[in-house]
């Protein structure tokens, strides 16, 4: 072999095995709990601290409310004092992961299955039997496992700009990292090359101008709304759990199967923004073919967020979907 091509695969070897170890990487963020809402507080679900908001009524009907990907109990911001005034128990958390709960831990639930059963344990130590789950976009994914998976658990479903995975739906199916990425990024020097890229490159303002791509005016977005979407960036260890989640160690698996769907039995919503380019309102229109007694909701001039985008007409909807069809199916 010729002298330079070794020089060079010492050079390349240098790079891969040495160098990464020689840039410091010091613990990143801050304790999450110095990030908590007044109203905030933590408790252990399933051995992973999660991040719990609670407000309204503790004998009001409860009402529990799930974020979409890299979001958090912000999402909700409009939505809980809404419910909480209208008389419900309201229940949002961080889903684990995300936002101020556990990062770190073999027991992190990145498929829907395993945040639905987390979800359900949740509600376990509440000691709520029953409630309405409304998710949005991936949270609506793991409110329709909690409807096919623990339907007695069940009062309602709301589906908000819901990413749903639909077996057998074209472009519903979850294309997986090739496994080779996955043990690459369990090899130490890669896994520290791979962080150090997020914390060059994952920046509040990068975060920002990604979050602007939800909505459908992006200049309706304040300074105020993207530091709320990027507190998560603030907290210690956030650089290895978005490095698992891209990778996603157990994320997604088997979808829902269309029967499995059109099943569930108990008052549902469906509520979209007709102009989402996140989830587009065609994928609401399949589930709305799957659950043809579900009350359509939409909102124009709306993108992924009608929950923000329009707070008052969604809380409005809300509330009469649960008053209307929820109590009325109760009773």
């Not at 801050?30 to 609670?54: K, M, Q, W």
Request: avoid cysteine.
């Amino acid at each position: 072999m010729k002298k330079w091509l070794i020089r060079i695969l010492i050079v390349l070897l240098i790079l891969i095995f040495v160098v990464p170890f020689l840039i410091p990487m010091p613990v990143l963020g801050v304790d999450p709990a110095t990030l908590a809402d007044s109203n905030g507080r933590f408790i252990t679900v399933n051995g992973l601290e999660t991040y719990v908001r609670e407000s309204g009524s503790p004998d009001g009907l409860p009402v529990v409310l799930l974020h979409g990907w890299g979001a958090s109990t912000f999402s909700w911001r409009d939505t809980i004092p809404a419910l909480a005034e209208a008389g419900y128990r309201v229940i949002a958390f961080d889903r684990p992961p995300y936002g101020l709960s556990a990062k770190t831990g073999d027991s992190l639930p990145y498929s829907t299955a395993a945040q639905a059963d987390l979800t359900v344990a949740l509600l376990d130590q509440l000691g709520i039997d029953q409630a309405v789950f409304v998710g949005h976009s991936m949270g609506g994914g793991v409110v329709a496992q909690i409807g096919v998976n623990y339907p007695e658990r069940v009062l309602g479903l709301a589906f908000v700009s819901a990413a749903v995975q639909i077996d057998g739906d074209q472009g519903e199916s979850v294309t997986p990292i090739p496994p080779l990425i996955g043990t690459l990024l369990d090899f130490a020097p890669i896994n520290r090359w791979a962080r150090i890229l997020i914390r060059t490159f994952v920046t509040p303002s990068a975060f920002g101008e990604l979050q602007r791509s939800a909505y459908y005016d992006p200049t309706s977005v304040t300074p105020e709304m993207l530091d709320g979407y990027a507190t998560p960036l603030k907290v210690e260890n956030w650089d290895a759990a978005l490095l698992d989640q891209v990778v996603g160690r157990g994320q997604g698996g088997a979808g829902l199967t269309p029967e499995q769907i059109s099943a569930i039995g108990v008052p549902t919503a469906i509520m979209w923004g007709e102009n989402d380019t996140w989830v587009p309102i065609a994928r609401g229109e399949r589930l709305r073919e799957l659950l043809p007694d579900a009350a359509w909701l939409t909102y124009a001039e709306t993108g992924h967020l009608p929950m923000e985008e329009h707070p008052d007409d969604f809380n409005r909807d809300l509330i009469a979907f649960i008053d209307q069809r929820v109590r009325q199916n109760e009773s």
